[in-house]
């Protein structure tokens, strides 16, 4: 059974930084794209940020700069550092794991951001 757990969210200022975390489980980490989306209320999921599992990343424009994605394939786990945060990074954020040559496609529950003063 395929698992992936997000944790780190919670309430921070404008200008603040978050760190999420993802650990997953039942998938063969390493060989998975590991990536965070996130969707605001009354919007569309949207791409934050992706890491191949060829070391390749990609941002969103709106993020590129301020936050930064990473992995660690010993411990299953992808991250998020989050700074200079703004009022409009406030969403659910989730984790996801995608395997190009299967399709194989995989959520974690998601973990709320908001920042506000």
Same mark, same amino acid.
């Given at each position: 059974?395929?698992? @992936?757990?997000? %944790? $780190? /969210? $919670? @309430?921070?200022?404008? /200008?603040?930084?978050? #760190?999420?975390?993802?650990? +997953?489980?039942?998938?063969?980490?390493?060989?998975?794209?590991? $990536?965070? &989306?996130r969707? +605001?209320? /009354?919007k569309? #999921?949207? @791409?934050?940020?992706?890491?191949? %599992?060829?070391?390749?990343?990609?941002?969103? &424009?709106?993020?590129?700069? #301020?936050?930064?994605? %990473?992995?660690?394939n010993?411990?299953?786990?992808? &991250?998020?550092?989050?700074?200079?945060?703004?009022?409009?990074?406030?969403?659910?954020y &989730?984790?996801? +794991?995608?395997?190009?040559?299967? $399709? %194989?496609?995989?959520?974690?529950?998601?973990t709320?951001v908001?920042v506000?003063?």
């Open positions: 059974q395929v698992q @992936l757990v997000e %944790s $780190g /969210g $919670g @309430l921070v200022q404008p /200008g603040g930084s978050l #760190r999420l975390s993802c650990a +997953a489980s039942g998938i063969i980490f390493s060989i998975y794209t590991m $990536g965070w &989306y969707q +605001a209320p /009354g569309q #999921r949207e @791409l934050v940020a992706t890491f191949t %599992s060829g070391g390749s990343t990609n941002y969103a &424009y709106s993020v590129e700069g #301020r936050f930064t994605i %990473s992995r660690d010993a411990k299953n786990t992808v &991250y998020l550092q989050m700074n200079s945060l703004k009022p409009e990074d406030t969403a659910v &989730y984790c996801n +794991a995608f395997y190009p040559r299967s $399709g %194989s496609n995989y959520w974690g529950q998601g709320q908001t506000s003063s």
